[in-house]
Structure formats: C-alpha cells, structure tokens
C-alpha cells in the first residue's frame, strides 16, 4: 500500500490550510455582508462565531482527518466501523462539488476582469456602461464558460501534481502573494479622503442594528468563510503530520482568515466612501461598483489589474481545496490514479459551471425550485450542506467518539496542555449545535 502523503512543512500546512478557508467568501463576501449588516456591529459578532462556533468545529474536523489519514467519507469508516456515519463525509463531497459549480463561474469572472484590465477594456466608463457591460459579459453563452474552463485549467495542473508538489508548492506561493496584494492595496485606501468615514463604518458599532437575523448571517458567513462543514479540512488534515498541533493550526488558520476578511473590508470601505457609493450594494461591489471606483484613482490600470489578480488567486486557493475533497475520494475509494481523478473531477466541475453560467443566459428560465442553476447550486451548498455537515460533524466528535480518543488527539498523546478541553467539548456538545440548526433552519426560511 503506498504511504499516505504529507505536508512537508509547517509553513505547507498554514499555507494550504488557511488557502482552503480564504478565498472569495472573504473579499467578496464579507464586505458586502458587513455593508448589509450594519459595518463593525456584524464584524464584532462574526469574531465571537469564529471563536465560539468556528474554531470548535474546525477542530473537530481536523481531528477527524488526522487520526482516520483518509478521505473524508472513509475517515468515518475507519473511526466508527459499521456505522452509518460515512454518510457525513459523502455530504461533504457532494456539497464541495456543488460549491465549484457555482464558484468556479465567479472565478472565470474575476480572470476575465484581469483580461479587461489589462487591455484597458474597464476605462472610461460611466456607472451605467459598468452595469450594462456586466449584465451582458455574465448573460453571454460563450466568453464566461471559456474563462471558467481557463481557471478550472489551472485547477488541473496544480491538482495533478499531488499534494506536496502540486497543492503544498502553489500554496506556499499564492498565500504570501494574497497576503502582499491585501497590504499593498489597504495601505492605499488609508490615504483616500474618505478612509476615516470608512474605517469608522467598519470598526465603530452600532448595537442599534443588531437583531436576530443580523446574528444568523454573522453564524453564517463564519460557517462558509472558514470552509466548514465541506470536507476539505478532514481531507487537508489526513495529510498534516504527527508534530503538528491541531488547536494551535486551527487558532492559527481561523486568525488569518479572519485577518484576510479585515483587510478586505480595509481595501473596500474606504475607497467606496471616497465616492459616495453604498457600502450595502451586494454582489455587484466587485464587478461594478469597484471598477467604477478604480477609473477614478490616479493610476486607475495599475490598481483595476492588481485587484482583480487578487481576487482570482483568492478563488484559486479555495477550488484548490475543494477539489482535493472529490479526488482523494476518487483516489482512494475507486483506485483511480492520480491523474484520472482529477481530470474526472474538473469535468465534472465544467459541466456543472457551464449550466451554472449558462443559467444568467440561455438556460436563464430553467428553475428548480424558483432558482437558477446558479442560485440551486449556492443555495444547496450554502444553506443546507454545509450546515449539515457541520451540525453532524460537531455531535460525532462531541457524543460519538470516545473523549479519552478526542482528548489524546488534541493533546498529542498528552504533550499539550489543553486546559481548554472541557470548554472545547461543551462548545460541540452544545452551543455549536444549536447554533448551527439556527443557521440550518434560517437557511430553509423556517425561523
């Protein structure tokens, strides 16, 4: 049997792992999350579900795939024999590739602006130009597809090349690079004339705007920005090696997303105040909203380019994730080579993004449900999957295992102190749990 591989550095392991959580939930998301939500009052609560929710169940994930080394539907298997509990890793399949569905089309976008940055096809426009522009480049049957086919290419390369020469290598690259655009542009934004009202907006809360629903999008944002629920923290931990701490890589990969998703709102805050646009615009604050921004900034092309190649090697670091889920399934469960998984893995993905894309044009009034393939695709993954999977994956660590078993993994074989343990196991038993059914049933429209 070939030796299960491993990351082979510490720098490999936070690198990988925090690239699994940052991605486009924290630059594209959060921001306009945080817009909708009232600024720092949702920012403020996302940091107490991060800590309450998130770290808990993230290690209870990693715990899961260090101690099982196997995919995410087999870890179960080899935990808890004879059980239906297997059935929690398949889900985590299923909503990964749900995920790059939806995800991958938004990709494709972000390397086409890079295109259009570079080819000056984003200058001189008026506000209208962008929205109209937008409409009709994401309704178009060919130009997204070709871009999220590129993207989903470079998926493939990376992925092929295995864990330590494809996915540990690209990390310990393209993390470093995110890390340096995010600073380069938040230093920017702290000279524009409007960066007081917006750090004020992002840092100042207003308790007044705080009620129930605020509280269940915050939950729900620290669910998908830290990729729970997926299966990519059980798959990237059955490669983590022995020496390496479980609490202390979660603390260390939940801050660093948490970090990235701040300085995002450090990028975008001050720049939409500067010119009087709305800090709740949506989806559309990256695709219409910024580019109209960047035209009017001195060195508008430098800017325009650098933040849209942010925001895809953003996206990349993700998908990178969420296909390892699908092919260390594929890998180990069906035999399949390497090479074979993943190339059956990106197909899949193409075919699901192009209906996906397809769904803002051609296949626009084919609905499941009253969705779009697009909106099915989030919705499913988003709002069912994942809080699925995380609410099932939190009770088995908290009720299922043995506490001696969680206790002896989080602790190395009793060489940490974890003074925490108990506060840990309450966190599982309990309070994630009921968190996140509140997350399941808002999710579904039934509270």
């Not at 959060?30 to 940091?47: K, M, R, S, V």
């Amino acid at each position: 049997m070939t030796k299960r591989a491993t990351f082979t550095t510490k720098l490999g392991v936070i690198a990988a792992t925090a690239g699994s959580s940052v991605g486009l939930g924290n630059i594209w998301r959060f921001p306009y999350e945080t817009g909708q939500n009232g600024g720092a009052a949702f920012l403020l609560l996302y940091f107490i579900c991060v800590l309450v929710l998130g770290l808990p169940v993230m290690v209870a994930e990693f715990t899961i795939g260090r101690s099982a080394r196997a995919n995410a539907s087999r870890a179960f298997l080899k935990l808890t024999p004879k059980t239906h509990w297997y059935v929690v890793g398949v889900l985590g399949i299923f909503a990964a590739v749900f995920i790059m569905g939806f995800y991958s089309v938004i990709a494709g976008w972000t390397l086409d602006y890079v295109y259009q940055s570079l080819t000056f096809g984003l200058a001189d426009k008026s506000p209208e130009q962008f929205q109209t522009a937008f409409t009709q480049f994401t309704a178009d049957a060919v130009r997204p597809i070709f871009w999220t086919f590129l993207f989903l290419s470079i998926n493939y390369v990376i992925l092929v090349k295995g864990v330590q020469n494809g996915i540990e290598k690209a990390s310990n690259i393209l993390m470093p690079v995110l890390f340096i655009l995010l600073v380069i542009f938040g230093v920017r934004s702290l000279f524009m004339p409007g960066a007081a009202e917006g750090l004020s907006f992002m840092f100042k809360p207003d308790f007044s705007k705080v009620d129930s629903g605020i509280i269940l999008k915050a939950m729900g944002q620290a669910f998908f920005s830290l990729s729970l629920g997926m299966g990519t923290l059980i798959t990237y931990a059955s490669y983590f090696s022995d020496r390496t701490s479980l609490v202390k890589t979660a603390g260390t990969v939940a801050t660093l997303d948490t970090l990235v998703a701040i300085m995002a709102g450090i990028v975008i805050f001050p720049a939409v105040f500067s010119f009087g646009i709305s800090p709740s615009q949506g989806p559309q604050l990256i695709f219409i909203t910024l580019p109209n921004v960047f035209q009017q900034m001195p060195g508008a092309y430098f800017w325009s380019l650098l933040f849209f190649v942010l925001v895809s090697v953003a996206a990349l670091t993700s998908t990178i994730s969420l296909c390892e889920v699908a092919i260390s399934y594929l890998h180990e469960e069906f035999g399949m080579s390497r090479r074979r998984a993943t190339l059956i893995l990106v197909l899949v993905c193409f075919f699901m993004s192009t209906l996906c894309s397809l769904s803002f044009g051609p296949l626009r009034q084919v609905t499941i449900g009253s969705l779009t393939i697009f909106d099915f695709c989030d919705f499913l993954s988003s709002n069912i999957l994942l809080p699925l999977g995380g609410l099932l994956i939190a009770i088995y660590v908290g009720w299922v295992l043995d506490k001696k078993f969680v206790r002896n993994q989080i602790s190395d074989g009793g060489r940490i102190n974890v003074w925490y343990f108990d506060l840990l196991m309450i966190s599982l038993r309990f309070i994630a749990p009921v968190a996140i059914s509140l997350i399941f049933l808002s999710g579904l429209g039934l509270f």
